[in-house]
């Protein structure tokens, strides 16, 4: 009894604690918190910070290369057949064998490196190497924002087209409802009422279609966020809010200034690693020179007997300097540095094009941020005329004076520009998002 008792206990136990691991958490995100959440837990984020991280490492193991090494060996070699040898002792020829079976060596060696010209340049190489996975990360960063950014307007769109069909699934089936009866009354035709069946019908597609799409759209956001797709997401910020605080933009046309783009800097930070490379090639023509010291004991014996208090251990001790003077190579070394000087030459033409490519794409971002704020005022007026129109044809159609074809097509207006507007709300957020991560303003 006390047995299954104990079972029991043991699984409610562990139901308990699965059920905690498998509980989905719950987040509450405006999109600056939705930001700033993706750029700590972000997937992409993460692995970015660990290649800084990695990188630091990388420069320490460089320049550990100049600091003192110390190494402790011990070598062991068993001669089971020990080297002979013939010396010739007044004309008579005698074989003699050298050498014991057992030797054994330990030794502790310290060196320094005293002068290289590549390890100087490598410290310098392992700093922009540093500094380039820093400006990586910083890149990182502004592409989850325009990303995150677009993520949160995507779902902001769905949730706020969903609003919207609903409505107008409302308002036609009430339209439905009263021209079917209009029509069994006897005082309206058929084909009024198949006509607004087909609008009706459009609309629960869509509306449906919809649904599905502001799921997808949320679990992108989720994945963006760097939390589990099973976890519950409600976003505070409406799309009407968000895109009315993004019309203003963030720069003036004449404020860009280049030098503040990731993408050039990046791009700048590969011109600083190409001319270390060319330098690293013309330092290998300087001498370098290191210096070591040993110290050590072997002992030798015909039988393995090296750990017995008896045995001898004879000690020796060095030290010594080494100068390496590159004098010929048969001009390998010369070229090498030229394709390390038409590589840094390469760098700086590739430098010069992204320039002119960031006032290029500055110019576009900042004409379609610009167009996406007159889009918007256009379809906010013009979604105003539709719905002032529509509502007219209801009225019309109700007295008998319009056909259910014309309230038709006034609805189908309706509809499209509402879709008009709400897209041209969501183009607003992008285009700035777009636009801050050029300028680099965040």
Do not use: C
Request: no cysteine.
């Amino acid at each position: 009894m006390r047995k299954l008792t104990l079972i029991l206990l043991l699984l409610v136990t562990y139901n308990i604690t699965n059920a905690q691991q498998t509980t989905p958490q719950r987040y509450n995100f405006s999109l600056n918190e939705a930001i700033e959440h993706a750029l700590q837990y972000n997937y992409t984020a993460i692995n970015a910070g660990r290649d800084i991280e990695i990188s630091r490492q990388k420069k320490w193991e460089t320049t550990a290369n100049g600091l003192p090494q110390i190494n402790a060996t011990v070598d062991y070699q068993n001669a089971f057949k020990l080297q002979s040898n013939i010396i010739d002792f007044g004309g008579t020829p005698v074989l003699l064998t050298f050498g014991t079976f057992n030797t054994m060596d330990s030794k502790l060696s310290l060196s320094q490196l005293i002068f290289d010209g590549s390890y100087i340049v490598a410290l310098q190489a392992s700093k922009a190497y540093l500094e380039f996975f820093e400006n990586a990360k910083k890149k990182t960063d502004s592409e989850i924002r325009a990303m995150v950014t677009n993520s949160y307007g995507s779902v902001l769109l769905a949730e706020e087209s969903i609003k919207v069909l609903e409505r107008n699934q409302t308002v036609l089936e009430k339209n439905y409802l009263d021209a079917n009866q209009i029509y069994k009354n006897g005082l309206g035709e058929e084909e009024s009422v198949e006509q607004i069946s087909i609008t009706l019908a459009s609309v629960k597609s869509n509306l449906k279609n919809v649904k599905r799409l502001r799921e997808v759209s949320l679990n992108m956001l989720k994945i963006n966020l760097g939390i589990e797709i099973n976890d519950e997401l409600k976003l505070t910020e409406n799309l009407d809010t968000l895109s009315k605080n993004n019309l203003q933009s963030v720069v003036q046309s004449n404020e860009f200034n280049v030098a503040n783009s990731i993408d050039y800097q990046i791009s700048s930070s590969l011109v600083t690693q190409k001319k270390l490379l060319l330098k690293l090639e013309k330092s290998k023509a300087l001498p370098s020179l290191g210096a070591n010291v040993n110290f050590g004991y072997n002992t030798f014996g015909n039988t393995f007997s090296m750990f017995e208090s008896n045995q001898k251990w004879f000690n020796y001790s060095n030290v010594g300097v080494r100068l390496n003077v590159p004098i010929f190579s048969s001009f390998g070394r010369n070229a090498k540095t030229q394709q390390a000087k038409i590589e840094f030459q390469k760098a700086q033409t590739e430098l010069t094009e992204t320039e002119q490519m960031l006032k290029l794409q500055f110019q576009k971002a900042k004409s379609d941020f610009d167009f996406s704020i007159e889009e918007y005022e256009t379809a906010k007026s013009n979604l105003n005329l539709a719905e002032r129109i529509e509502k007219k044809q209801q009225i019309k159609f109700k007295e008998g004076l319009s056909t259910s074809f014309e309230l038709s097509e006034a609805q189908r207006q309706l509809y499209s520009n509402q879709q008009n507007y709400l897209q041209s709300m969501v183009d607003v957020i992008n285009n700035r998002a777009a636009l801050e991560k050029i300028t680099n303003k965040n």
